[in-house]
Each structure stands twice: as structure tokens, then as C-alpha cells.
């Protein structure tokens, strides 16, 4: 699964046992080379960053971290009472390790939450945020300032998730025989309708490397007497995305702002102002039953409270440019791999 040119390796640190990815040219002298740090979103692993990583202009280290519990790095329980927390404090003790300094940090999805929250607690050089989870967490918030739609966060968290879905993760399965089998949801969700990639095994193969489990993989849920019936739990994947649980939006207030570059697609069907991975979205559309309406239980705008918190950030003094991709969905480095090369090698100055 890996391509010519990476290299794989597991690195002992003091909070896991972390898989990374190397590029092999970086060698030897790469130790003393700025390092661009890939951070791969949830589902997925850092097999998904391998071409960009090729991509990259000499002169720099390119890393890129299997998170606890994806690819090949240790499998340990998650707690989402921390946000995003555990992934980044695990990012840092993989810096530490190998010696990176000051990195640059290139985040997807979930990822990107995990660079943000890794900029709030080191410092960073740049960071570069694609289609990255709301600064206010996923569902369960209204406006641009993210405001909670019920104390407990309703409809969000593990309990959202399709049950044949985690199944067929846990099954490993590599079909397209159903709408929910992990290859048929990357088709669906993580690219744009109709878009081909010769590599789409070695995806799948990185969403299946995926731990299924409570503290995991989705996580564990809890009953809710608001719409529609459950709430997140104290653990897992999911639950570390949940607004009681996240909020990044103090990037605003960092006293040193790094240069941020956001690249995201217009047809995203995971990450957007009209998600379909959004139970009160789904509800409106009545794909999901007993919606309680838009005052009660509205659409998270997700891009536009990652654009107001960006545009926050740039007034506060930060540097921020945002690339939006026409016809573009969940993956522009698979996608759009030139527009997004553009955009990293820009920040970075390559």
C-alpha cells in the first residue's frame, strides 16, 4: 500500500506507539529541514497523504502521523471529555521524538481540528487546514458564534453513526454492495460524485485500518429526552467532535498567529453547511424522523463558522488565505491534487 518513495516506520514515544510515514528522498540530513507535519481525519489513515507527500519541494522533512487507534500506530482508548486533546498531545510527543522543532502542520477533516488544537497548546509555522471540522465541533450548534442547541449536545456524537456502517468497518470490508460499506461511503462522501483514483484500494485499505470499539470508534452514546433520543458519551472518536466537548475558537486570541491556508470544496458532502452527515440537516430534509424544526434543532453552518472564525483570526492580526474548490468534495489533495499543492507550496514559500 505504500507508493515508491515512503517509507513507513513505528516510533516508541512517550504517550504511544505511533506508525508515521516518511518520504525517502528526505534522506539523509533530512533532521535538520523544516518538517511538514500531515495529520489524516477521521476514518482514514496516513496512507491518504502519500502523493502530497511526494509533492512536496525539497529543502523540507515531510511526516506524516498515524493517530491512535488508525493505521498502524497503537490502538488506545480516546477520551472525548478532552475534545481533540488526546490526538494532539499524541502529535506533540511524536514531534518530540523525532527531534522536528517548530513544524508546519498540514490537517484534514478531524485533522484539521487537531492542528488547531495542537496550535492553541505549541507553537507552529504555518498551518494548513483542509476541510477541517468546525472550530465549534460537528452538529449540534447554531450561528457563527456556535452556540449549543441543548446542554447535553442532542444528535451528536457516536450515536449518529449507521450501525452497518461500524460493521462493516470492523468486518473489513472491501465491497461496493451497499450504500454503507466503507468503499461505497468514500465514493459518496469523501470525493466528488464521479470522481476515479487508481489508488481507491489503497483508500479503502486505510479507512479499514480503523479501531472499532467504546473507546474508539464510534464511541459510546447516552439517551437524551431531546430530539432525536440520544446524546454523546464521555468516550471515542465521535464524542471528541461534540460542542460540549470542543472548541478551538481561540486560535483567535494565540498572541504568535501562524499563516494559515483553508482549502475546502463547495460540493463537500461531509463537511458543510448543508451536511449530510448532520442529523438536524437530515431531519429537515426528513430523511430522519420527528425533526423538531429550525428554531428548535437548525443546520450547523459549519464553513461559515470556520469562515467567521478565520476572519476573527485575520482581523486579530493572523494571516489567513481560504481557497474554496468548485465541484470539489471532502479530498482536495485527491481531488485537486495541483490546487492544493498550490496552496500548501505557497504558505510554506516553496
Same mark, same amino acid.
Given at each position: 500500500?505504500?507508493?515508491?518513495?515512503?517509507?513507513?516506520? +513505528?516510533?516508541?514515544?512517550?504517550?504511544?506507539?505511533? &506508525?508515521?510515514?516518511?518520504?525517502?528522498s528526505? $534522506?539523509?540530513?533530512?533532521?535538520?529541514?523544516?518538517?511538514?507535519?500531515?495529520?489524516?481525519?477521521?476514518?482514514?489513515?496516513? =496512507?491518504?497523504?502519500?502523493?502530497? /507527500?511526494?509533492?512536496?519541494?525539497?529543502?523540507?522533512?515531510?511526516?506524516?502521523?498515524?493517530?491512535?487507534?488508525?493505521?498502524?500506530?497503537?490502538?488506545?482508548?480516546?477520551?472525548?471529555?478532552?475534545?481533540?486533546?488526546?490526538?494532539?498531545?499524541?502529535?506533540? @510527543?511524536?514531534?518530540?521524538?523525532l527531534? *522536528?522543532?517548530?513544524?508546519?502542520?498540514?490537517?484534514? !477533516?478531524?485533522?484539521?481540528?487537531?492542528?488547531?488544537?495542537? #496550535?492553541?497548546?505549541?507553537?507552529?509555522?504555518?498551518?494548513?487546514? &483542509?476541510?477541517?471540522? !468546525?472550530?465549534?465541533?460537528?452538529?449540534?450548534?447554531?450561528?457563527?458564534?456556535? +452556540?449549543? *442547541?441543548?446542554?447535553?449536545?442532542?444528535?451528536?456524537?457516536?450515536?449518529?453513526?449507521?450501525p452497518?456502517?461500524?460493521? +462493516?468497518?470492523?468486518?473489513?470490508?472491501?465491497?461496493?454492495? @451497499?450504500?454503507?460499506?466503507? +468503499?461505497?461511503?468514500?465514493?459518496?462522501?469523501?470525493?466528488?460524485?464521479?470522481?476515479?483514483?487508481?489508488?481507491?484500494?489503497?483508500?479503502?485499505?486505510?479507512?479499514?485500518?480503523?479501531?472499532?470499539?467504546?473507546?474508539?470508534?464510534?464511541?459510546?452514546? #447516552?439517551?437524551?429526552? !431531546?430530539?432525536?433520543?440520544?446524546?454523546?458519551?464521555? $468516550?471515542?472518536v465521535?464524542?471528541?467532535m461534540?460542542?460540549?466537548?470542543?472548541?478551538?475558537?481561540?486560535?483567535?486570541?494565540?498572541?504568535?498567529?501562524?499563516?494559515?491556508?483553508w482549502?475546502?470544496?463547495?460540493?463537500? #458532502?461531509?463537511? !458543510?453547511?448543508?451536511? /449530510?452527515?448532520? =442529523?438536524?440537516?437530515?431531519?429537515?430534509?426528513?430523511?430522519?424522523?420527528?425533526?423538531?424544526?429550525?428554531?428548535?434543532?437548525?443546520?450547523?453552518?459549519?464553513?461559515?463558522?470556520?469562515?467567521?472564525?478565520?476572519?476573527?483570526?485575520?482581523?486579530?492580526?493572523? #494571516?489567513?488565505t481560504?481557497? %474554496?474548490?468548485?465541484?470539489?468534495?471532502h $479530498?482536495?489533495?485527491?481531488?485537486?491534487? %495541483?490546487?492544493?499543492? %498550490?496552496?500548501l507550496h505557497?504558505? =510554506?514559500?516553496?
Open positions: 500500500m505504500l507508493f515508491d518513495g515512503i517509507t513507513s516506520r +513505528r516510533v516508541p514515544t512517550a504517550r504511544y506507539d505511533a &506508525q508515521i510515514l516518511e518520504r525517502a528526505d $534522506s539523509p540530513g533530512a533532521a535538520d529541514a523544516p518538517a511538514v507535519v500531515f495529520v489524516h481525519g477521521n476514518v482514514s489513515s496516513s =496512507l491518504f497523504w502519500q502523493q502530497a /507527500m511526494l509533492d512536496l519541494p525539497p529543502g523540507f522533512r515531510a511526516v506524516a502521523v498515524d493517530l491512535r487507534g488508525f493505521g498502524g500506530s497503537e490502538v488506545l482508548p480516546v477520551d472525548a471529555r478532552r475534545g481533540l486533546s488526546d490526538y494532539s498531545d499524541d502529535l506533540a @510527543a511524536v514531534v518530540e521524538t527531534g *522536528l522543532g517548530v513544524p508546519h502542520l498540514v490537517g484534514w !477533516s478531524m485533522g484539521g481540528g487537531v492542528v488547531l488544537q495542537y #496550535a492553541l497548546d505549541h507553537p507552529v509555522l504555518s498551518m494548513t487546514l &483542509q476541510a477541517p471540522v !468546525s472550530p465549534y465541533g460537528f452538529g449540534g450548534t447554531a450561528g457563527l458564534d456556535g +452556540r449549543r *442547541l441543548t446542554e447535553d449536545d442532542a444528535g451528536t456524537g457516536a450515536g449518529g453513526v449507521n452497518d456502517f461500524v460493521a +462493516r468497518l470492523k468486518a473489513k470490508d472491501t465491497s461496493a454492495d @451497499a450504500p454503507t460499506s466503507p +468503499r461505497s461511503v468514500y465514493r459518496a462522501a469523501y470525493v466528488h460524485p464521479g470522481f476515479e483514483s487508481p489508488h481507491e484500494d489503497v483508500w479503502v485499505a486505510s479507512m479499514l485500518t480503523t479501531a472499532i470499539g467504546d473507546g474508539n470508534y464510534p464511541g459510546t452514546s #447516552a439517551a437524551s429526552s !431531546s430530539w432525536p433520543g440520544f446524546a454523546p458519551g464521555d $468516550s471515542g465521535l464524542n471528541s461534540s460542542p460540549g466537548h470542543l472548541d478551538l475558537s481561540g486560535i483567535v486570541d494565540l498572541p504568535d498567529k501562524p499563516p494559515v491556508v482549502i475546502h470544496g463547495d460540493a463537500d #458532502a461531509i463537511v !458543510s453547511d448543508a451536511s /449530510m452527515a448532520d =442529523l438536524n440537516y437530515l431531519g429537515q430534509l426528513g430523511v430522519v424522523p420527528g425533526w423538531p424544526g429550525e428554531e428548535m434543532a437548525p443546520p450547523q453552518p459549519m464553513v461559515a463558522q470556520t469562515r467567521h472564525v478565520l476572519e476573527a483570526y485575520r482581523a486579530a492580526g493572523g #494571516a489567513v481560504e481557497v %474554496e474548490l468548485p465541484g470539489c468534495g $479530498s482536495p489533495h485527491l481531488e485537486f491534487p %495541483e490546487a492544493f499543492n %498550490e496552496a505557497g504558505l =510554506l514559500g516553496g
